[in-house]
């Protein structure tokens, strides 16, 4: 007897051990998430999440780095608009990066981040992405994970359609959403149709370095180009644009865009053009643009401005360009992982539209055109449809693949992803998104190799997900586990900005070559001192420039005489340090700039204008050791009329 | 009784199959510390930085270093390159800076707790009294990982011995 209770009491115990260990088991849970979703994408503290994420910033002009199935954000990479933190755009190294036709700009609008590949897979090296305002495509090295140079994209405006890359990488894409004149120049707003013109860009990669090239523009119709993908795998060679405005309306788009039952998808075979091209084709037509470049040994960009580009007239190459039906102005165009299926997502249209590549050939072989525009022959819609999903939901936007023959579309109006399959057309699954979801991402959803098992949609709505900040809420993404028939959501987690597109990558890919320090030996900017004996103060006129060093914990020199107001000093400081996370920052009292926030091994230089007499102090902002709170110095700011010599000095009394 | 075992042996295993990895982890750590802690308790009064040890290798990736008779130059002055290029920020040959001066360094320590202190810092600051004792008398003032390769930290070595 004694002992049934013992083992009764033995069992209520392991009961109850169960319980605790998981809970998800254990019969019914509680609100939205059970705990099996919380078990997902809980990644213990210390460990490595699975993927990285790299979510468009929207309207705060940078690409966001997360990983995946936390959403963890890891760090903002600057991009097209100015960030203090890390000096971009502040310091006078990062400066010409965002140098333009238009002068420098401080901010855009970034969209689409999309990873190289190779073979039509994820390689992992650089992630590029476009700013839309004024229009550039940036790439993004994976090894540093800093932006290292930005193209401005001529006779383009609204770049949209971009920045998309082939199997091998050898081309990104740009194009353009708005058609203005080309080239720019006074008109009447009236005249738009039949004048105003869309450009589509191919930029050349160099497969080694990555440095970017603009080839070719394509001179189109005045549409609007509105989304791109490229050809994979059969239909490598060709690139897919969706337009809308066909009816090359100049105001009131909202409704005079949308009177066609049909818009197009312009089909580009991009291979055909560059044959042409390389024979000498297309005309060199003036123009100007700024090329930057960011050069990891002297830690310093330089902007180019390029005076002509290829210009290619898609009448002069026959063959090259055909446009293909889509309901109702269609928005994303996605290729699925065989090159087979080209989906156009009509986002006034109840159906998504499917058009298969093999039918497009076929029709242009045989000739079977419905017409033309502007010289480009149109295919009939019959002729390259693959098939529909019937009535879906509502606002189909972006389609995106799991590599297992299902794809996965989402619903803008009526707020969802929809799981449907290639090839039968029909709908397997549907599932709330929170709310007014715009892209979504599945890591290598674009490539010929997908990594199936995460979905990340990007809304455009968050109102009541999260804790109210006043009128202006975050902005937010949701991860859904897609490996089962039904999708399940895992987790919401705030972005930084609006999120456009994002790209993912499994972490392995990518993590073991990200760089740990810059080497010192390497460092080729001018401004450098590489050992404490090469600091120095040196006036030229009433320009100073102060060559100065960091190492925990102290600035050499850190003491300064002989600065004078009406002075422009510079501060060249380079960090000594050569080992993993110790970067030092530095701030001096009144400089009209951000701080430096130097990684070890670099050199940045801020510039301040001494404008008050006095002894004035300056400081590390990075916490790098115990004596942190001791790294900091003073410069001695003396009358204009003063004839105080220059001197400087570290550990002197 | 014996029912008593089985049960207790369940409860074992069902605890270690709760968090097992987390365990490991930790009693691994948990043994580590005191064996390293525990080499030697110090009570003298003498400076870390004229402390002479000729014995304690430190802890660190060199465990054995013969030094040859006589000195190799070119090696010596390859170092005297290295040392200036990564070491003078904190370091001058014959006087104390931020750290202590390299000079007599010979006569105080051994050639692997030199190499051992240039290649992991971290490491030795953890897990070496002296380094510790050092860390202190020097205000807290971390020595840097310069992140040389064995070949360069004992180039430095070398030189050090022309000091």
């Given at each position: 007897m004694k002992n049934i209770i013992k083992i009764s009491i033995g069992f209520l115990m392991v009961m109850i051990a169960f319980t605790s260990c998981n809970?998800?088991?254990?019969?019914q849970s509680n609100g939205a998430l059970s705990s099996s979703a919380a078990e997902k994408v809980y990644v213990a503290p210390g460990e490595h999440d699975e993927f990285y994420a790299f979510v468009s910033g929207g309207f705060s002009g940078q690409l966001a780095v997360y990983g995946l199935p936390?959403?963890?954000?890891f760090k903002v990479i600057p991009v097209f608009s100015v960030d203090a933190e890390k000096a971009w755009g502040f310091n006078e190294e990062t400066?010409?990066?965002?140098?333009?036709s238009h002068g420098f700009i401080p901010w855009d609008d970034s969209h689409h981040p999309d990873i190289s590949q190779t073979n039509g897979e994820l390689d992992g090296r650089w992630v590029f992405i476009n700013g839309n305002n004024t229009p550039r495509i940036a790439k993004i090295d994976l090894?540093?994970?800093?932006?290292?140079e930005i193209i401005e994209i001529p006779?383009?405006?609204?770049?949209?359609?971009?920045?998309y890359v082939t199997d091998n990488t050898e081309y990104v894409i740009a194009g353009t959403r708005f058609s203005v004149p080309v080239p720019q120049r006074d008109m009447s707003?009236?005249?738009?149709?039949?004048?105003f013109k869309g450009t589509l860009s191919f930029i050349k990669v160099?497969?080694?370095?990555?440095g970017m090239e603009i080839k070719f523009q394509l001179l189109m119709p005045g549409f609007d180009y509105d989304k791109a993908h490229p050809g994979r795998g059969?239909?490598?060679g060709w690139f897919f644009y969706t337009t809308y405005n066909t009816e090359e309306a100049h105001t009131l788009l909202e409704v005079?865009?949308?009177?066609?039952?049909k818009d197009f998808i312009a089909a580009v075979n991009w291979k055909k053009i560059e044959e042409y091209v390389n024979n000498g084709g297309g005309k060199m037509m003036p123009t100007n643009y700024a090329h930057n470049v960011y050069d990891d040994k002297t830690h310093s960009a330089t902007s180019t401005m390029i005076k002509e580009v290829l210009m290619v007239?898609?009448?002069?190459?026959?063959?090259a360009v055909y446009f293909l039906p889509t309901p109702k102005s269609p928005h994303g165009c996605d290729v699925d992982p065989t090159g087979e299926y080209i989906v156009g997502s009509g986002?006034?249209?109840a159906n998504v539209t499917v058009h298969s590549f093999t039918k497009m050939l076929d029709a242009i072989e045989n000739e079977k055109f419905a017409g033309k525009a502007y010289g480009i022959p149109i295919l009939n819609f019959e002729d390259v449809l693959a098939g529909s999903v019937e009535?879906?939901?509502?606002?189909p936007l972006h389609t995106e693949f799991d590599g297992k023959g299902n794809a996965y579309t989402t619903f803008f109006i009526s707020s969802e992803v929809v799981k449907w399959k290639l090839?039968?057309?029909?709908?397997l699954d549907r599932k709330p998104t929170?709310?007014?979801?715009g892209h979504l991402m599945i890591p290598?959803?674009?490539?010929?190799?997908?990594?199936?098992?995460y979905l990340l949609a990007m809304n455009k709505i968050t109102k009541d997900?999260?804790?109210?900040?006043?009128?202006e809420v975050t902005q937010s993404a949701q991860l859904y586990d897609i490996t089962g028939d039904k999708m399940e959501l895992l987790l919401d987690f705030p972005t930084v900005g609006e999120p456009h597109y994002a790209a993912g990558i499994p972490a392995d890919l990518i993590k073991s070559k990200s760089k740990k320090l810059f080497n010192l030996e390497e460092?080729?900017?001018?401004?450098?001192?590489?050992?404490?004996?090469?600091?120095k103060v040196v006036r030229t006129g009433n320009e100073v420039h102060i060559y100065m060093t960091m190492i925990r914990s102290h600035f050499a020199p850190d003491n300064i005489e002989g600065v004078k107001v009406g002075d422009k000093v510079y501060?060249?400081?380079?960090?000594?340090e050569q080992d993993y996370d110790v970067p030092h920052g530095v701030a001096m009292i009144g400089a009209q700039t951000s701080e430096l926030l130097i990684m070890p091994g670099q050199t940045e230089t801020f510039v301040w204008y001494p404008k008050q007499v006095g002894v004035w102090p300056f400081y590390c902002t990075?916490?790098?050791?115990?004596?942190h709170q001791e790294m900091q110095g003073y410069v001695r700011v003396s009358p204009k009329s003063s004839n105080i010599e220059l001197s400087w000095s570290l550990g002197e009394d | 009784m014996k029912t008593l075992k089985t049960l207790s042996l369940f409860f074992a295993l069902l605890i270690f199959s709760c968090g097992s990895e987390e365990t490991k982890k930790e009693s691994s750590k948990v043994k580590l510390k005191p064996t390293e802690k525990k080499v030697e308790a110090k009570t003298t009064t003498t400076k870390a930085s004229e402390t002479i040890d000729l014995t304690n290798k430190g802890?660190?990736?060199?465990?054995t270093l013969e030094l040859p008779e006589t000195i190799d130059q070119a090696m010596a002055t390859q170092g005297a390159e290295i040392y200036k290029k990564m070491c003078t920020a904190c370091h001058k040959a014959d006087k104390k800076f931020i750290g202590p001066a390299p000079k007599g360094i010979m006569e105080r320590r051994t050639p692997e707790w030199i190499m051992n202190i240039i290649l992991d810092p971290e490491g030795m600051v953890k897990n070496d009294h002296l380094a510790k004792a050092l860390l202190i008398e020097f205000n807290g003032s971390p020595m840097a990982n310069?992140?040389?390769?064995q070949e360069e930290a004992r180039a430095v070595l070398e030189y050090f011995r022309t000091l």
């Open positions: 809970n998800g088991n254990s019969s936390s959403g963890r954000l400066k010409p990066m965002l140098n333009t090894t540093t994970f800093e932006t290292t006779n383009t405006a609204g770049n949209h359609s971009s920045s707003i009236k005249e738009y149709k039949g004048n160099d497969p080694e370095d990555g059969k239909s490598h005079n865009a949308s009177q066609n039952d007239d898609p009448a002069e190459v026959p063959g986002k006034l249209s009535q879906p939901g509502l606002g090839g039968t057309w029909e709908v929170y709310y007014s979801v290598g959803g674009n490539s010929q190799k997908p990594f199936g098992k997900r999260y804790l109210p900040t006043g009128p460092n080729e900017h001018p401004y450098a001192a590489k050992t404490p004996s090469e600091t501060f060249h400081v380079t960090n000594l990075d916490f790098c050791s115990a004596l | 802890v660190g990736p060199i465990s310069q992140n040389l390769t």
